[in-house]
């Protein structure tokens, strides 16, 4: 089993940078081919990609409302991946959720293609 727990979100105004975390425990995603995401959601609406990222850190997957703007990342020896948000704008308002799958086709955008969820993590941005 793998636990993922986000961390980082809060209040910001736009423009301003922000760094989620997302701290791997129990069953390491430690397959070559095992994928940690990043989604988005706000209420109503679906869940939608934004970021992910191959264990082997050799592929890394962007959402075009983000691209150029956030950048995901890991530290494998403290077994977290990281999305830093930069240019934050009042529409990247949303609960953000880091997910997991173990080994994996490239990176996977659909929600239902990830078997481990975090808990969520409030991000707002204020104009």
């Known amino acids: 089993q793998v636990q993922l727990a986000e961390s980082g979100g809060g209040l910001v105004q736009a423009g301003d940078p922000l760094r989620l975390s997302c701290a791997v425990s129990?069953?390491?995603?430690?397959?070559?081919?095992?994928?940690v995401g990043w989604f988005r959601q706000v209420p109503g609406k679906e869940r939608k990609f934004v970021a992910g990222?191959?264990?082997?850190?050799?592929?890394?997957s962007y959402a075009d409302s983000v691209k150029g703007r956030f950048t995901i990342s890991r530290d494998n020896a403290k077994n977290t991946v990281y999305l830093q948000m930069n240019s934050l704008k009042p529409e990247d308002t949303a609960v953000y959720y880091c997910?997991?799958?173990?080994?994996?086709?490239?990176?996977?955008?659909?929600?239902?293609?990830?078997?481990?969820w975090g808990q969520g993590t409030q991000v707002t941005v204020s104009s």
């Open positions: 990222l191959m264990r082997s850190g050799l592929s890394t």
């Open positions: 129990g069953r390491t995603l430690s397959s070559a081919t095992s994928v």
């Open positions: 997910a997991g799958v173990l080994d994996t086709l490239g990176i996977p955008r659909s929600p239902a293609q990830y078997d481990y």
